[in-house]
């Protein structure tokens, strides 16, 4: 119990820097190549820190536990939202680009393609397929918006372009390595803490892992947050949310069938689209979320986790 304490503890501090090692990374990036920071956090930033989602899917898959990767992605979405944004809010508010508009619309479209494929009962090989079609799709529309808003040599000339080239590099693979690594060590840590414990798989599932492997987001989203880096922050979270929803599910789906728990689109799925919605008036108004709505996020956040311990255990 004493070595899983130290795992949980060493996971978080790696988070920590991680996090704060991409943003910073992230936003020089962003700077250099003369686009949106927000455009970086759906695409470098999105993908490092579902890196340990894709971790554990493909795990839980190979070793037949389908209700453990479902409810990794679904129950990490939820707390994508709830808890990382809930969080940092009150600390500083969190702005919401109005440029994010389209991505957000794709995202609920992800996650509406996600809820109809899982009618069919099973995320198998065709599935698998159609779910990463539809992420190859984004990622076309994404470099494509790119191009189109990236600034003009001259409107970059004399600009401060910030950490220098090899620095850059150093924080954006320190970033991108050390998320998935502290989250594999907190994860491992808590899982082994709540089976000694005596807590089932399936809240283990739905609660602790996807919590621990949204920490990175959670990590770096704090980090954006303290450094007013609102793009960042929105761009990582809903970059995040379309990752875990298309790539990692369709990469997953390569390696085996992934089985649909009945109980999987009876309260959790429609909870992970509750919250997806939240952040619509918020976008189309570009009010920023404050601590007042970051409490709500975080009260709900932890009443759906209560609502899963009966359930589950």
Not at 117 to 139: D, N, S
Not at 208 to 237: D, F, H, K, M, Y
Not at 254 to 278: C, E, K, N, T, Y
């Amino acid at each position: 119990m004493i070595l899983d304490m130290g795992l949980v503890v060493t996971g978080l501090v790696v988070l920590l820097l991680a996090g704060d090692y991409l943003v910073r990374g992230a936003v020089n990036l962003a700077l250099r190549l003369g686009i949106p920071a927000v455009m970086v956090g759906m695409t470098v930033v999105a993908f490092g820190t579902s890196a340990p989602e894709l971790l554990v899917a493909v795990q839980a898959v190979l070793r037949d536990a389908d209700g453990l990767a479902l409810g990794n992605v679904v129950g990490s979405n939820t707390a994508n939202i709830l808890l990382v944004i809930g969080l940092p809010a009150l600390i500083a508010p969190m702005a919401m680009a109005r440029e994010s508009q389209r991505d957000y619309l794709i995202m609920l479209g992800a996650t509406a393609l996600f809820g109809a494929l899982a009618l069919t009962g099973a995320i198998g090989l065709w599935q698998a397929l159609v779910l990463l079609a539809a992420f190859a799709l984004f990622m076309a529309d994404s470099i494509r918006n790119a191009r189109r808003e990236r600034l003009s040599p001259e409107e970059l000339e004399g600009a401060d372009l910030g950490l220098p080239g090899p620095k850059l590099a150093f924080f954006l693979g320190l970033g991108i390595v050390g998320l998935p690594l502290g989250a594999h060590l907190l994860v491992t840590g808590s899982v082994n803490i709540a089976e000694a414990l005596g807590v089932s798989d399936v809240v283990i599932g739905l609660t602790i892992v996807a919590i621990g492997t949204s920490l990175p987001e959670l990590a770096t989203t704090l980090a954006a947050a303290w450094r007013r880096e609102g793009g960042v922050a929105l761009g990582n979270i809903i970059g995040s949310n379309l990752f875990n929803l298309l790539f990692i599910l369709g990469v997953a789906g390569l390696f085996g069938r992934i089985d649909i728990p009945p109980q999987l689109m009876v309260l959790d799925f429609w909870v992970m689209a509750a919250a997806s919605l939240v952040l619509a008036p918020f976008l189309w108004s570009g009010r920023a979320i404050g601590a007042g709505m970051g409490a709500l996020l975080l009260i709900a956040y932890a009443g759906y986790l209560w609502s899963l311990v009966p359930a589950g255990g």
